[in-house]
């Protein structure tokens, strides 16, 4: 799992959560919008979530869940990489 998408639950806007490098997630945990994904940041884990995307470009939010992608995908083992198609060059 790379990404999950629901709802603000105060808002009701939608409200996207992904996997991060160690980077992102502190540079994006100081970005108006974004904050540390609830539960799974709590337990160590670098996920964020955009929880108010009104002032955010698409853009960005695509660029950052195919960096979660390239980040779970590069975690696989070379075997299930290679069963999967995934990280060819």
């Known amino acids: ?10 808002s009701a806007t939608p409200a996207f959560t992904f996997k991060t ?4 997630f502190y540079f994006l945990s100081e970005c108006p ?7 799974m940041a ?6 964020i979530q955009q929880y108010d995307s009104s002032q955010k470009d698409d853009e960005d ?3 950052y869940i195919a960096e979660s992608y390239s980040v779970v995908s590069a975690g696989l083992t070379k075997k299930k990489q290679e069963e999967l198609g995934l990280n060819r060059k």
């Open 42 to 47: 709590s337990r160590g884990m670098k996920w």
């Open 61 to 63: 939010l695509r660029y």
């Open 21 to 24: 490098s160690e980077q992102d």
């Open 33 to 39: 919008g974004y904050r540390p994904a609830p539960y």
């Open 1 to 10: 799992m790379f990404a999950i998408g629901g709802w603000e639950k105060e």
